[in-house]
């Protein structure tokens, strides 16, 4: 008998090591030549490891959510041969390399209970007597107990009044707690539940704790400046309603959305610096002629950003169906890499959820990022009265190292006026 490593391969891409996510076997198991052994994440890409040989599982090299090193051993398998040295020229084969949101739900650990509340006895018929109970003592007059059995009645919700201590001078006891529990049928009404003491674990693994890592990362090296301005879409949404009215067959509906992109494209021409990343290590600013949108989308997998690539080559339609599209391979998870990566400003949305403002965090490298709120109609004074419009706030944040306030302001300006005034999203280009 012989022993076969399987290590961790070289994924590509400057790795070096990746984040086991997912076993697909246990000590003892056979497995057959490509059966699947693991799944490990490196970034946003999820690569799954075959077996090579034939044999049994006799050593794991690591646990879900552990961080292991590229050409590290990570299973071992003991397969039929003379000695180890015939095996060292055995080929493994190459990793399978899902696509980032293929991340499937066997991905997510199954919590696991810390502590459960005790099981509850069966209430004792009404009128029936015992040692731990007993009238409840008068209005204003404190049960002597100590602070551990205090603290362990107020945890399960008990009245001290209703228990008899045995104790000197009618001193509560844990045993009078106990005997209280498991006879009394009055200290917890039925219709009252009990305290729930238990508590849930969850590991942060895989798609999971790199969200984690990039928020954190995003908030502890970009010193964020967020300026939210109310605007008026009463304009934007009457035309877009009529557009969605004509039901053109093959055009998709208009939301907000391909207008805010529009809009975005017209501003950031203006102001080139807020299409751009910031390499803070290098100390390198990259501004982009391209205007490569990304969209924060929510996804049964976690937060992901599709992009709309060359959003300025795009009219309405093309982008409402580019953002349909590119959204819903995010959520079915057959979006590729190249979809999931590269965007240079970001457009963060709630949705139907909506909120009255947000202070949206910036996608590292970029240096902006733009909120939508939800749509409300509030009174809005025209100079002589108030009137209801349809009012909408935009959340933007700058990374404020690289992007001045007043700039910040005026870009914020400038989508206002265009989205208050849509006409001037089609005039000069």
Do not use: C
């Amino acid at each position: 008998m012989g022993v076969f490593s399987v290590k961790l391969p070289d994924v590509g891409e400057g790795i070096a090591e990746a984040e086991l996510t997912e076993w697909h076997v246990k000590l003892g198991d056979m497995v057959r030549e490509d059966d699947l052994l693991a799944a490990v994440m490196t970034d946003k890409a999820t690569v799954e490891i075959p077996s090579a040989v034939t044999g049994k599982v006799i050593w794991l090299g690591a646990t879900v959510g552990e961080t292991v090193a590229i050409g590290s051993d990570i299973v071992r398998i003991e397969v039929e041969g003379e000695d180890d040295s015939e095996l060292a020229v055995a080929e493994q084969a190459p990793p399978t390399v899902v696509e980032p949101e293929m991340v499937r739900q066997q991905e997510r650990v199954k919590p696991a209970p810390v502590a459960a509340a005790s099981e509850k006895e069966a209430p004792s018929p009404l009128g029936r007597t015992f040692a731990g109970a007993g009238p409840r003592r008068p209005e204003g007059e404190k049960p002597l107990a100590p602070p551990s059995v205090r603290l362990r009645a107020r945890e399960a919700g008990i009245d001290l009044r209703r228990v008899r201590g045995s104790g000197p001078a009618g001193r509560i006891t844990h045993d009078d707690l106990d005997a209280f529990q498991q006879q009394d049928d009055t200290a917890r009404p039925s219709a009252t539940p009990g305290a729930d003491l238990s508590v849930t674990e969850i590991k942060m693994v895989g798609l999971r704790r790199k969200i984690a890592e990039r928020m954190a990362e995003a908030k502890a090296h970009i010193p964020h400046i967020t300026i939210v301005e109310e605007v008026d879409v009463s304009a934007l949404e009457d035309l877009r309603t009529r557009m969605n009215a004509e039901g053109v067959a093959g055009r998709p509906k208009l939301t907000v959305l391909p207008f805010l992109i529009r809009a975005i494209v017209k501003a950031v021409k203006e102001q080139p610096a807020l299409n751009a990343h910031y390499d803070d290590e290098a100390e390198i600013i990259r501004q982009f002629g391209g205007v490569h949108v990304g969209i924060a989308s929510q996804t049964p997998n976690g937060l992901l950003v599709p992009v709309i690539r060359h959003a300025e080559t795009l009219g309405l339609y093309a982008a409402a169906a580019e953002l349909a599209r590119v959204a819903e391979a995010s959520r079915n998870g057959t979006a590729r890499r190249e979809e999931l990566s590269g965007s240079t400003i970001t457009i963060s949305s709630l949705g139907p959820l909506g909120a009255v403002a947000t202070t949206p965090i910036i996608n590292r490298p970029e240096v902006a990022i733009v909120g939508v709120n939800k749509i409300a109609v509030r009174p809005h004074w025209d100079g002589q009265q108030f009137v209801p419009r349809k009012m909408m706030n935009l959340s933007s944040s700058f990374d404020h190292r690289v992007i001045d306030g007043w700039d910040a302001a005026i870009f914020v300006k400038r989508l206002k006026t265009l989205m208050e005034m849509p006409a001037m999203m089609f005039v000069g280009g």
